[in-house]
């Protein structure tokens, strides 16, 4: 396990952290360590999968090979920012000074990390999703080294259902002499904590930016996922952050955000391909290109999303499997005139109340509370696009979960799986109540 550790710890270092620096070198130091992570190891499973389909085997001294090839370049295009990074990190942890409020917020975040990595790094895989697809997957990749003659050799569509980010993140572990790939989960759940702080902290003090963090990290069923074997955390931090990105690169024009928002939009449907979120964000994002008279802002972002997005289209292609990003889109809009079936609306509206409404909480409400006080004062409405963004994703998932209803009668039988995929509003529901109840403070 010490040395699968090691190596995650590499691809973090290695690539992600690298990486960060290039796209976006003005982040805080929260921010770009967590970021590096999911950077890393997004983009390195990637890299194997695309290596392997060239006949590269998986193996572990290939994984090295894979690794020098990406790290290498880029910690050398980075060589002068790499010689600042230790001065900047001493200048900004010297200048931290948590009060006690700050401080008893820390050590529970604290606490909440470490006890999933006590979970994770004690439990082995035990979930049914996991043993019967994701896991399943890795082992049988780590044992024959190659993942397109696995999935052939499987034939059935459900091990073609889900991309293979998990299942290569897997397989890192046991290729390179582990047996418990459960902590990469706790990463997520550790890189979430940090992103979600550096970027709260570009708008409201430390305190705050803590305090909301907290309440993020203890969320309904948030601590539960980040300790068991699944897609649906991995999709959620990559998705959450991604929208969150575009929100600073419009308020900020930080140089880089948006291709971060791109790339993480991306890796998500690296993670989990069925939910066609990205699409009512890239809706999002062409309404506000127009009204900014940003032009270039979906096209930029296409062309950072769209190639990751289309290495497993492609793949499942190859297999007579999926459909193709056009369909898909054309699909979606040729159910649209579906809405007007009213005698359905009940009960899909009361399925959502009772399934997920209800697990959201209090964040719920505060978020509803939020969004009204945005429209108040003058610096509440600079938090107006946050709101903005995450009212349209909700009306995107219900409008969804409707056409869903009319094509899929069983849907009511699959609301456990439903509540899961809609942590994706979690990180968005309480980074709009931060902004909006804190607008006006300062940073520190």
Known sequence: MIISILFILLIIFGVGFPLSLWIAPRHNIAGRLGLSYLLGIGIFTLAMYITNLLGLKLTFLNNILVFSILSLPLIFFERRKYRNLWGEYKKSIKSFHPGPVEKITLGAIIFFIISSFASTLYWPVYVWDALTLYDFRAHLFTQTGFISSVLSALGDSFYFSYPLLTSLAHSIVYLSGGWNPQFIYSMFYLSLALVFYGLAREFVSQKISLVFTLILLTAPRMFEQSTISSTNFPYMAYFSLGVIYFYVWDKKNRPGYLILSA????????????????????????????????LLDPVIFVV????????????????????????????????????????????????????????????FILFVAASIMSLTTKEQRKSFLMVFITWGLLVFFVVGTFIFSIYVGWYGAISDSAARVSMIFYPLFVYTTALVFFQIEKNE
């Open 263 to 294: 790339i993480l939009t991306g890796l998500a449907t690296w993670t989990r391909a069925v939910e066609p979120f990205w699409l009512g964000m890239f809706a999002i994002i062409v309404l506000v290109s127009i009204y900014r008279k940003r």
């Open 304 to 363: 950072f999303f769209l190639p990751i997005q289309q290495v497993w289209k492609n793949f499942q292609s190859t297999l007579g499997q999926g459909s193709s990003t056009v369909n898909e889109v054309l699909t979606t809009v040729s159910f649209l005139p579906e809405i007007f079936r009213f005698e359905n609306w009940a009960n899909v509206l009361n399925f959502i109340y009772l399934n997920i409404v209800r697990l959201w909480g209090p964040l």
